[in-house]
């Protein structure tokens, strides 16, 4: 077993490469020391603290940088995906119930069959698998399948056959609120303490090969369970991994700290999803005659803000339609005039994924200190004029969504994740897709990207000391097999870059799209490798 709490005692110098650090634009070299860094600097300044290290690396011109901090994932589910039936490669209905055939004569002991990742958004066909046609596919077996924003569902009968509470209207469409919830806490009762934990290692060790040093864990009554989010501390704290630090989305503060959650907050659902036409917006869907579902009011989610910030714990909430955004802000404010602006300020409450911002609400976030937990993967997913998106909006709507140059220039601060299994973790295709967002106007800087995706979880959990490779910070880093550095030139959105060190601005890999992601060759946390490239 190994002792996650234990300082490390051993000293590396790291020379021979390029660091990332705000402390020396032209560093070289690294001393990391009892589980921190202790010096950046220059090669040759690195001569005078080589005879007194333990051991001596060369890095052969790779990149040394903080490691990433994935602000918003769900291990179990993301572990399940990574051993289990994915159905994200489906490129049609008919491929994905192939996929559910062959999967299911593969899996003849599980009890329950689980899925992720169906988008029939992007199938010829248009339309979610019906209930008869994987009854067919499974073989009469219990099967869920998640719809890859996780906030619907498609079940055979037998499993709505345990959950008999649930009344399904009709064969055609996909479960989404309350029967969703309902059938998903059943299958995943289903699993075995052992399954689960094959999943958690799974996803964290996925993780740790893309150079992540931390996540944060959404979990919460609605998503997981309390042994589910307790056995995933458990595991982080002896498995060599990223860190975990754990939010769980429940209004019973008593509960969140019995589980260790570093607040009641994460996926506390204000609304559902774009893609399940359950996100909260002023305006009906361009593609529904309704404007989908909420689930706090404003009132409801001041009291918990309220709770939480006399508690000194972190509120949050999932809150991605324009409605519900617009819900979050006045409860918050609310909150704030009866416990006080600053108190709520110093607290860093946060909002998860904050898609539909306004001028309005984006002003509000920074006035409130709310952060924005976003996944820019979900532009490069569903944005641009012919995506999910524009089918569910019309386009003029979509063109808004996930304002992130506005929400920077207003002083939001933002904290990057992938929402796994929702998209892929994917750290350095996530600076790539804020970089290159498919609305140019939201675009920014591959420098201020990479800060959200590194420093910007560390500060959204209250930590303004790590996520940057400077002396006294935590020995969080990665090292990576890279391109030449580039410096992106101020403010072309993105279209111009410079090799020039005179900007005295640390470089960073060329994100340009059609070029290969840097390879993580290593990852370290606190002074310990949890992740080691094997050679050849």
């Not at 291990?75 to 489906?90: C, E, I, P, R, V």
């Not at 930590?463 to 403010?491: F, H, K, N, S």
């Amino acid at each position: 077993m190994t002792d996650r709490t234990a300082t490390p005692t051993h000293t590396v110098l790291l020379r021979g490469g390029e660091v990332h650090s705000p402390a020396d634009p032209f560093a070289t070299a690294m001393v990391v020391e009892r589980g921190h860094i202790a010096w950046v600097g220059s090669e040759g300044a690195a001569d005078a603290f080589a005879p007194g290290v333990d051991e001596v690396v060369d890095l052969g011109g790779a990149l040394v940088t903080p490691a990433f901090t994935d602000a918003h994932v769900h291990a179990t589910s993301t572990g399940l995906a990574l051993t289990g039936l994915d159905l994200s490669t489906a490129r049609s209905l008919a491929e994905a119930l192939d996929l559910v055939r062959a999967y299911a004569a593969r899996r003849p002991a599980d009890r329950v069959l689980l899925g992720h990742g169906w988008d029939a958004a992007r199938w010829p066909e248009r339309r979610a698998p019906r209930r008869s046609e994987l009854d067919e596919a499974a073989g009469g077996r219990p099967l869920y399948l998640s719809r890859v924003d996780v906030h619907s569902a498609v079940v055979t009968t037998a499993l709505l056959d345990l959950v008999p509470h649930v009344h399904p209207h009709g064969d055609d469409e996909p479960l989404t609120k309350d029967d969703h919830h309902a059938v998903r806490r059943a299958a995943l009762d289903a699993l075995t303490p052992a399954q689960r934990a094959e999943a958690q290692r799974a996803a964290l060790d996925r993780a740790a090969s893309l150079g992540i040093g931390s996540v944060h864990e959404c979990g919460g009554p609605e998503i997981s369970s309390p042994e589910d989010f307790a056995g995933l501390l458990a595991l982080a704290a002896e498995h060599p991994g990223p860190r975990v630090h754990g939010y769980w989305a429940d209004r019973d503060l008593v509960l969140a700290r019995e589980l260790g959650a570093v607040g009641a907050a994460g996926d506390l659902f204000v609304d559902g999803a774009l893609g399940s036409h359950t996100a909260c917006l002023h305006a009906p869907y361009a593609d529904a005659a309704h404007t989908g579902t909420g689930y706090l009011d404003a009132a409801e989610v001041a009291a918990h803000v309220a709770a939480c910030t006399e508690e000194g714990l972190q509120a949050g909430f999932h809150a991605i339609g324009d409605a519900a955004v617009t819900a979050v802000v006045e409860g918050v404010r609310a909150a704030a005039e009866k416990v006080g602006l600053d108190r709520v300020r110093a607290a860093r409450h946060r909002v998860e994924h904050a898609e539909m911002m306004t001028p309005q609400t984006i002003a509000a976030f920074a006035e409130l200190g709310l952060t924005a937990s976003v996944q820019p993967a979900f532009d490069a997913a569903w944005g641009g004029e012919d995506g999910m998106y524009a089918d569910r909006l019309g386009a003029e709507r979509a063109r808004t969504l996930n304002p992130y140059a506005a929400m920077l220039k207003a002083g939001v601060p933002l904290a990057f994740g992938s929402d796994a299994p929702v998209t892929p973790l994917d750290p350095w295709g996530t600076v790539r897709a804020a970089a290159f967002h498919r609305t140019p106007e939201h675009r920014i800087s591959v420098r201020a990207a990479f800060a959200a995706h590194t420093r910007g979880g560390w500060r959204a959990l209250g930590r303004d000391d790590a996520g940057i490779l400077v002396p006294g910070a935590p020995a969080d880093y990665a090292v990576w097999q890279t391109g030449e550095l580039v410096v992106q030139a101020p403010d072309d959105r993105v279209a111009r870059w410079s090799t020039d060190p005179r900007s005295g601005t640390p470089g960073l890999p060329d994100l340009s799209p059609g070029g290969e992601l840097p390879v993580c060759l290593k990852t370290v946390v606190g002074g310990r490798e949890v992740f080691v490239r094997p050679q050849g």
